[in-house]
């Protein structure tokens, strides 16, 4: 894929009256309007075997959907699902590069009261329209809507799921040939099963040979309204997942089921992310730190949410933005006090937002730099508390504790308490400063086998001076500084790598005092007005992206992968092993309130045997193992 291909195109609906939504680029209507939900029950609904599904109370369903479009085919689904009162689970997968302004999408449900409460659970989640997969959770997890953004020949290729039913939509296929094309098929294969049944609203007999060329038994059933005939199709190939890197695959993982027992070590950013996202899919979650919650790097009293740029997007640039979107819907969602509003001085020309995709309406241009309207500041201590207060959720601050395993369970020791208690799983989610007594074998792996590194980041709180006072949102260049909070401005913060010398506080002091001068608002700061500092110690990777995923076995890797990452020309290799029930979720270095969010989503979703909301190009950039990959692609192993 070529990064500076758009992917994403956010369209604005144009109204042939307040019920008819209507696109100026493919010419056409999105659905009737007179009986567009009858149209979309009879043709989809029906016609994909998706309400004998409902109906059979499977304890999960999978519906994948070629053109998201308004929505209106999600809606009524969920509508229909929830009708149904089983007590399954939908997975819903929207393929969608021509996603509607929220806006639009706000204007047309307002005609359509019928799906009034379904649009209403839409839109609170309703995501930032930048490219990916933002998996959006609704019913507290009983539907699962996987929007994904961009071209959907790419995007399937790049993505694992298998759907048992798929709605093929789209508008009619002479306006939007993409959408049927020989290629999509090929990837609507990939992903479909023997028996997987699919409809379309088209007959057209090109489409019915694409599909039958691609392994599917097409019918014509009569048509609904004034429309002839429509088609059901019904996949008789065999199933043909892909091939993907063993060395990255989830098939030898354990997964997480209740009333399995799950333990979280650290209860910073991370270690609270996860515990909430495990907390609120119906787990018991046990979280364990002897500082208390966001005693150690997380307790900043303040910390930004921002983009994070790229002239080119690449794999840091993309995850970070997906993390920014989940990010700021989670902080929605839970109630948090933000500060809303971040100039970036740093940078005069938008290319880089254009490249990323960020909407038109997510940032404005100055004269100063650019403007965040949306991002801005809150208090990280604040975060955690919040993603802490769940009942599923149960905090110990006993000050050490062993871990051991036996067989399938994995034994914590509070060594204050001399008590022992059993868990299914345990996530690491310990920072630079992690020592866990009895469990070497982490601390190896953490801080042998990979390059992780201690960060050294200090702030200073100063009172205002001059202009200062009146600062209305956050400055960031090098660093940042923030509007009053609590009397004091934060001014921060350095990233110190290397030897931290002796006279390192009053160093950085100075040096964070020359930098926040740069703005007119700071330029009489002296020292005078610094009334305290503050340094913590981030966990950070050199390719600053999190470490998320099992907790690997390097010898069992070293074994089993060394031939096949060396060159051999076909691999046979079996898929990753790692200790049952381990995992990792670390290295977020100083973007800890940013990635967290999204990082838990990931891990959540992969620890429970679920798609991972995440295209494997980006998956395989964030895997707990990729640092070992790397050596023993280079031989670096002995």
Not at 41 to 50: I, K, P
Not at 161 to 174: K, L, Q, T
Not at 411 to 428: A, E, I, M, R, W
Request: some cysteine; overall charge neutral.
């Amino acid at each position: 894929m070529s990064d500076l291909k758009q992917r994403v195109q956010i369209t604005d609906l144009e109204f042939k009256n307040e019920k008819t939504p209507y696109s100026s680029h493919f010419q056409d209507v999105y659905f009737s309007p007179e009986s567009g939900i009858e149209e979309s029950r009879y043709v989809y609904l029906e016609g994909s075997g998706a309400l004998a599904s409902f109906a059979s109370g499977s304890a999960r369903i999978t519906i994948a959907e070629i053109g998201f479009g308004a929505g209106f085919n999600f809606l009524l689904t969920m509508k229909e699902f929830l009708k149904s009162g089983g007590p399954g689970q939908l997975h819903y997968f929207s393929f969608e590069n021509h996603p509607v302004r929220k806006s639009s999408l706000e204007r047309l449900f307002q005609s359509h009261p019928d799906l009034k409460d379904e649009f209403q659970m839409l839109i609170r989640e309703y995501p930032v329209l930048t490219p990916g997969i933002h998996l959006i959770r609704l019913l507290e997890g009983r539907v699962l809507l996987y929007l994904c953004l961009g071209d959907a020949t790419e995007l399937l290729s790049r993505i694992e799921f298998e759907a048992d039913h798929w709605y093929w939509d789209g508008f009619a296929p002479r306006r939007n040939p993409e959408a049927f094309s020989e290629s999509l098929f090929l990837q609507v294969k990939r992903h479909s099963k023997k028996g997987t049944k699919g409809a379309s609203f088209t007959s057209a007999g090109w489409v019915r040979r694409t599909l039958e060329n691609s392994g599917f038994r097409v019918t014509k059933r009569e048509g609904f309204g004034h429309k002839r005939e429509c088609i059901t199709a019904v996949f008789e190939g065999e199933d043909e997942q892909l091939p993907k890197a063993p060395w990255y695959s989830r098939k030898s993982q354990k997964s997480l089921i209740p009333p399995m027992k799950t333990a979280v070590i650290g209860a910073g950013l991370g270690g609270t992310a996860i515990a909430r996202a495990l907390a609120e899919r119906g787990h018991e979650v046990a979280v364990f730190d002897p500082h208390g919650i966001a005693g150690r790097a997380s307790s900043n009293p303040v910390g930004l949410f921002n983009a994070q740029l790229s002239k080119i997007p690449n794999p840091v640039s993309r995850f970070s933005q997906l993390s920014l979107v989940c990010l700021m819907r989670e902080l929605d969602r839970l109630g948090i006090k933000t500060r809303r509003g971040i100039l970036r001085t740093d940078i005069e020309d938008p290319s880089p937002l254009v490249a990323s995709e960020y909407p038109s309406d997510f940032y404005e241009v100055r004269d100063s730099g650019i403007f965040f309207p949306t991002c801005g500041m809150i208090d990280p201590r604040e975060l955690c508390k919040a993603r802490m207060s769940h009942p599923g959720i149960k905090f110990q601050s006993d000050s050490l504790f062993s871990v051991e395993r036996n067989q399938d369970r994995i034994s914590l020791t509070l060594v204050k308490q001399k008590d022992t208690l059993g868990f299914d799983h345990v996530v690491y989610c310990l920072g630079a400063d992690a020592k866990l007594e009895g469990a070497s074998e982490f601390q190896d792996y953490l801080h042998g086998l990979n390059p992780t590194r201690p960060i050294r980041g200090q702030i200073l709180l100063t009172t205002p001076v001059g202009k200062s006072e009146s600062l209305p949102h956050a400055l960031v260049e090098e660093g940042y500084a923030t509007p009053l909070q609590d009397g004091f401005h934060l001014i921060g913060a350095t990233y110190q790598a290397k030897t931290v010398l002796p006279d390192q506080e009053e160093i950085d002091t100075r040096a964070l005092i020359s930098a926040a001068r740069k703005w007119s608002e700071f330029q009489d700061l002296s020292i005078d007005q610094v009334k305290g500092s503050k340094v913590g110690y981030r966990l950070s990777t050199p390719d600053k992206l999190p470490m998320i995923g099992p907790l690997c076995d390097p010898h069992w890797m070293k074994q089993h992968y060394s031939k096949a990452l060396k060159g051999a020309k076909e691999v046979s290799a079996p898929p990753l092993e790692s200790p049952p029930g381990e995992w990792l979720l670390t290295g977020l270095g100083s973007r800890g309130i940013t990635y967290s969010s999204l990082a838990s989503e990931i891990l959540a979703e992969w620890m429970t045997g679920n798609p991972v909301p995440l295209e494997q190009d980006l998956l395989e950039h964030i895997h707990s193992a990729r640092f070992f990959v790397r050596k023993l692609r280079k031989a670096e192993v002995e």
